[in-house]
C-alpha cells in the first residue's frame, strides 16, 4: 500500500518514498512539445503547483529512474538534459522589499554554486541573473530552464502594505523584466502564482509568456479528478462515502473536469473525518476586511457572471472581489457560457468545505457568534424534523441580535439568514434561477427534503401575503418536483420595527 505524499512537494522524494503519485506528465508532455515554451500557471494555494514545478525540473534534468511507468517515459528524449533555475516563494516569508531582495540574492547564490557561477556583490540581483543565465549557456551549451513557484506571494502577503507593495513590485518588474532580453538562452518557462498582478511586469515585460490558466487543455494540470481519486487512491477508499467526500472537497474547475484540491483529500484519506482542511491554512482576514470595508452584497457570489478578462488579473490598486476570490480559490467556474462577445462564467463556492467555512467567517460581521451556533443548531432540527411553525421563533432571534447591519435595504436580512444557513452545512443556493424568476433561497435537507423560502422586507400592513404569493404565482416549486416533499415559505420582515410581521408556510408535495 503506497503512503500518503501528504505535504510532500520534491518529485524525487515522492518517488523514492513509495508515495502515491497522479501521472501528471501528459499534461506536462503536451505543455512542452505543443506550446511556445512559456507559460504562466494560476491556480489556489495548495493546488500542487510545486509539485508540478519539482517534476518539470526533473524531467529536463534527465532523471529517467523516477519517471519509470509514467506516461512520459517512453516519450521523452532522455539522452538530452537541460541546466535548471528554480525561484521559489512558496515557503519564503517576505515581510518587506529588503528581505525579497535577500531572497533573490539568496536564489542567484545556491545556483551559481551548482553551476560554477560566483556572484558579483559589484553588480545589481538583475546583472547577476542576466549573467548567471549567460554564464550556464556557456559552460554547458545547453539553453536553461527557469521555473518560478508562487511569484506573487511577496505582494500576496504584504497586500495591505501598500507603500511596501509598491517597492517589492518593482523590484519584481525589475527581476523578470531581466528574462525578456535573454530569449537565446532560454529553453522553456514556467510561472505560478495564485494571482496575476497587472503591473508586475510579467505580463508586459516577459511579453512572450502565455497564460494556460484557463486553457482547458490544462485544466486538470493540477488537482485531482474524481478517475483519479478512485484509480490512485482505491486502497484508501474502502468504506468511504464517495458522493459525500464529492460533496465536501470535490467542485473546482478551470474549464477542465470538476478537481478535488489534493491538500484537502489527502488530509481526508488520511483521517477519514470531514474537516475544512485547506481553508483552515489560510485564514482570508484581507478578503474579509475588504468585504466589509466594501459593503459588498455576499448574496451575489453565489451566481455571479463575470467575463473572462474579469477572473485573468487585477491591479492592486482596485481589487475586485469576486476576482480576488477566484484566483484565491473560495469562488469557482460553475458554468460557463458562450457569447458573442466571447466567454461569460457563473461563479460560486466550489463545494461544501468552502462554502461552510466562508460563510462562517461572514457571520461575524451581522452577529455575535454565540448566538450564532445556538439558532443553527435549532434550525437544523427544525428543517430535519419538518417542525416549521418552529423556524418563525428562530429567524425572529437572529434579526433581533444582528449586532451590525453591514449591507443595506432587503438584503441586510436575507444575507445574516443565508449566511447562517450555509454555516450549518445544509444544501443552500440563494439567488436560484427559475423559468420564472429568481428564488431568495433554496434549502435541500436530505436530499429530499426542499425548502424553498422568499424574504420580503415591507413597511405597510397592506403588502402582508406578498412573498408566499410570488412563490405560488411564479411556481418556483416546480424545478423540484422530483423531491419527496417541498414547503414553501414566506417571511416578511417590517423595515422600521425590525421585526417578523408576517410568516407564511405551505407543504406543495
Request: glycine share 6%.
Amino acid at each position: 500500500m503506497k503512503l500518503l505524499p501528504i505535504g510532500i512537494s520534491d518529485f524525487k522524494k515522492l518517488r523514492e518514498g513509495g508515495y502515491v503519485y497522479v501521472d501528471k506528465t501528459e499534461y506536462i508532455y503536451r505543455l512542452i512539445k505543443e506550446g511556445s515554451g512559456y507559460y504562466f500557471l494560476s491556480r489556489p494555494r495548495r493546488f500542487g503547483k510545486s509539485l508540478l514545478l519539482s517534476t518539470i525540473r526533473y524531467l529536463f534534468e534527465g532523471q529517467r529512474e523516477f519517471f519509470k511507468g509514467l506516461y512520459m517515459e517512453d516519450r521523452w528524449n532522455w539522452e538530452e538534459s537541460y541546466p535548471v533555475i528554480r525561484i521559489d516563494f512558496a515557503e519564503a516569508q517576505v515581510k518587506n522589499v529588503d528581505e525579497l531582495e535577500k531572497e533573490l540574492k539568496a536564489t542567484i547564490i545556491e545556483t551559481g554554486k551548482k553551476y560554477g557561477y560566483e556572484y558579483n556583490k559589484e553588480y545589481t540581483i538583475n546583472r547577476n541573473l542576466r549573467l548567471l543565465i549567460e554564464g550556464i549557456y556557456e559552460e554547458s551549451k545547453k539553453q536553461v530552464v527557469i521555473l518560478v513557484d508562487e511569484y506573487d506571494k511577496p505582494i500576496l502577503d504584504n497586500i495591505e502594505k501598500r507603500e511596501e507593495v509598491e517597492k517589492i513590485r518593482e523590484v519584481l518588474k525589475g527581476f523578470y523584466t531581466t528574462l525578456k532580453g535573454l530569449d537565446e538562452y532560454i529553453k522553456f518557462v514556467l510561472v505560478t502564482g495564485v494571482s496575476k498582478f497587472a503591473k508586475v511586469s510579467l505580463f508586459s515585460g516577459l511579453n512572450q509568456l502565455k497564460d494556460i490558466s484557463l486553457d482547458e487543455r490544462y485544466g486538470n494540470i493540477c488537482g485531482y479528478t474524481q478517475e483519479e481519486l478512485e484509480f490512485y487512491f482505491k486502497e484508501y477508499l474502502e468504506g468511504v462515502n464517495l458522493e459525500e467526500v464529492k460533496e465536501w472537497y470535490n467542485g473546482y474547475s478551470f474549464l477542465g473536469e470538476r478537481l478535488y484540491n489534493p491538500f484537502d483529500i489527502l488530509l481526508y484519506l488520511d483521517s477519514k473525518n470531514f474537516d475544512s482542511y485547506w481553508y483552515k491554512t489560510g485564514t482570508p482576514s484581507f478578503l474579509i476586511k475588504l468585504i466589509k470595508e466594501r459593503e459588498y452584497d455576499i448574496l451575489e457570489l453565489e451566481n455571479k457572471i463575470v467575463k473572462k478578462n474579469v477572473l485573468e488579473k487585477f491591479d492592486i490598486e482596485e481589487i475586485r472581489i469576486e476576482a480576488l476570490m477566484y484566483q484565491t480559490g473560495y469562488l469557482t467556474i460553475k458554468e460557463v457560457y458562450n457569447k458573442e462577445y466571447g466567454q461569460e462564467y457563473r461563479l460560486g463556492f466550489p463545494n461544501k468545505e468552502v462554502r461552510i467555512s466562508f460563510n462562517e467567517d461572514i457571520l461575524p460581521l451581522v452577529l455575535k457568534d454565540e448566538i450564532r451556533e445556538k439558532i443553527a443548531d435549532k434550525i437544523i432540527e427544525i428543517l430535519k424534523k419538518e417542525e416549521i411553525e418552529k423556524l418563525r421563533e428562530q429567524v425572529e432571534v437572529l434579526i433581533s441580535n444582528i449586532s451590525y447591519v453591514h449591507y443595506k435595504g432587503e438584503s441586510s436580512y436575507v444575507i445574516a439568514i443565508f449566511s447562517l444557513l450555509y454555516s450549518t452545512g445544509l444544501n443552500v443556493i440563494t439567488e436560484d434561477n427559475t423559468h420564472k424568476g429568481r428564488i431568495d433561497l433554496t434549502v435541500i435537507v436530505n436530499k429530499r427534503i426542499v425548502y424553498i423560502i422568499e424574504v420580503k422586507v415591507i413597511e405597510r400592513e397592506e403588502e402582508k401575503g406578498k412573498a408566499i404569493k410570488q412563490i405560488e404565482e411564479r411556481e418556483y416549486y416546480k424545478k423540484y418536483m422530483n423531491y419527496e416533499k417541498i414547503y414553501i415559505v414566506g417571511i416578511e420582515i417590517n423595515k422600521n420595527k425590525k421585526q417578523i410581521v408576517n410568516f407564511e408556510y405551505k407543504q406543495i408535495k
